[in-house]
C-alpha cells in the first residue's frame, strides 16, 4: 500500500495532477493508519490483553487527602473508559469518612480494556495544596491501583470455588452521603476463607445479579493468586505491589507548586494536568506498552 501510494503521488507530480496527488495522500494515510493498528494489535499480544478488566483503586497513606485523591483517580478512570466507548460501572464503593473514597471497583467492558489499563497499575501520587488543611499546605496523598482480566464465566478457567469455602454477607447497597440505593438487601460480599480474599458488589437492584458479577470478582482474584504461585515472583500482570507510600509511585501528578504529570517507568511528562485527570491517558498507555515491547 505504501509502495502504491508513493508510485501514484510520483505520477501525480510528474502530470501536475492534483486529483492523483490527493488520493496518493488518502492511500499513504490509509497504510499509515493500518500501520498503527498492527503495531497496537502487537503491544497487546498479551494472553488476556483482549478481554474487559476489573479496576480497582485504594487510597493509602495520606488521609482525607488520599481518600480524595482515590475518589479523583476513580472518576479519572471513568473519564476515560467513556472516551474510549467501553462500558463502566461502579462494582463496589467504600465512602471515606470526610470525603472521598477509601476504595472502589470498576467493571470496564470492551475488547482490550484490559491490555490498555494494565499499564496503570500500581502506585499514584498526587502533590497539591490541600483542600482539607486551614493553613493551605502542601499534602502528598497516594493511591494504589490494580487491574485484572475480566475473566467472566468461562468454562476454560481451571478454577474452582467450593461453596464451603465462602462466607456470604449480604447488605443494603448505600450511595453518596450514605443513602439507600435500595430498601434491600441486594447488595453482596463474598469472603474466600482459604486466602482472604473479598470482594462485593452492590451495582445492581438485584441480589442474585450482583451475587454473579462478585463470583466473577472473585474468580479473577483467584486466578491472580494461581499466577503467582505458578511463576513464583511478581509478574507483568500485577505489576509491582510496592507499598502505597513515597518512593513507590508510578506517576506523580504534580498541581502545585507547578504543572505537571510524571510517568516515572518512560519518563513521559505532560504540562496539562487537568486533560490527565479528565481522562486523557492514552499517550501514557501507549509510552509503557511500546517500552513493554
Not at 42 to 65: F, P
Not at 97 to 115: H, M, P, V
Not at 226 to 240: F, H, N, S, V, Y
Request: proline share 2%; aromatic share 6%; hydrophobic share 35%.
Amino acid at each position: 500500500m505504501f509502495d502504491d501510494g508513493r508510485e501514484l503521488y510520483d505520477l501525480g507530480r510528474e502530470e501536475s495532477d492534483p486529483d492523483s496527488i490527493r488520493e496518493a495522500w488518502a492511500n499513504l494515510e490509509r497504510a499509515d493508519e493500518l500501520l498503527g493498528k498492527l503495531e497496537f494489535r502487537r503491544m497487546l499480544g498479551g494472553a488476556h490483553d483482549q478481554d474487559s478488566a476489573l479496576l480497582s483503586i485504594n487510597a493509602g497513606a495520606g488521609g482525607v487527602d488520599s481518600q480524595d485523591w482515590a475518589e479523583m483517580l476513580l472518576r479519572m478512570y471513568q473519564r476515560w473508559g467513556e472516551r474510549h466507548g467501553f462500558g463502566v460501572s461502579v462494582l463496589d464503593i467504600q465512602e471515606g469518612e470526610q470525603a472521598g473514597i477509601r476504595g472502589a471497583d470498576l467493571s470496564i467492558e470492551g475488547e482490550y480494556a484490559y491490555g490498555w489499563l494494565r499499564s496503570e497499575i500500581g502506585v499514584h501520587r498526587l502533590v497539591r495544596i490541600s483542600p482539607f488543611d486551614s493553613q493551605a499546605r502542601r499534602q502528598t496523598s497516594f493511591a494504589s491501583v490494580m487491574v485484572l482480566p475480566d475473566l467472566g464465566e468461562s468454562d476454560d478457567l481451571d478454577i474452582e470455588v467450593n461453596p464451603a469455602d465462602l462466607r456470604i454477607d449480604k447488605y443494603r447497597a448505600s450511595g453518596a452521603g450514605g443513602q439507600h440505593v435500595n430498601k434491600t438487601e441486594s447488595a453482596v460480599r463474598l469472603t474466600h476463607a482459604p486466602t482472604g480474599i473479598v470482594v462485593a458488589c452492590q451495582l445492581e437492584r438485584s441480589q442474585h445479579k450482583n451475587m454473579a458479577t462478585a463470583m466473577r470478582m472473585l474468580k479473577a482474584r483467584l486466578w491472580e493468586v494461581e499466577q503467582q504461585k505458578r511463576e513464583k515472583e511478581i509478574t507483568a500482570l500485577e505489576g509491582d505491589k510496592k507499598s502505597i507510600e513515597w518512593g513507590s509511585q508510578i506517576r506523580s501528578y504534580v498541581i502545585h507548586p507547578y504543572q505537571q504529570v510524571n510517568d516515572h517507568r518512560t519518563e513521559l511528562k505532560q504540562s496539562n494536568v487537568s486533560a490527565v485527570l479528565d481522562g486523557e491517558l492514552d499517550s501514557f498507555m501507549e509510552a509503557f506498552l511500546l517500552m513493554q515491547g
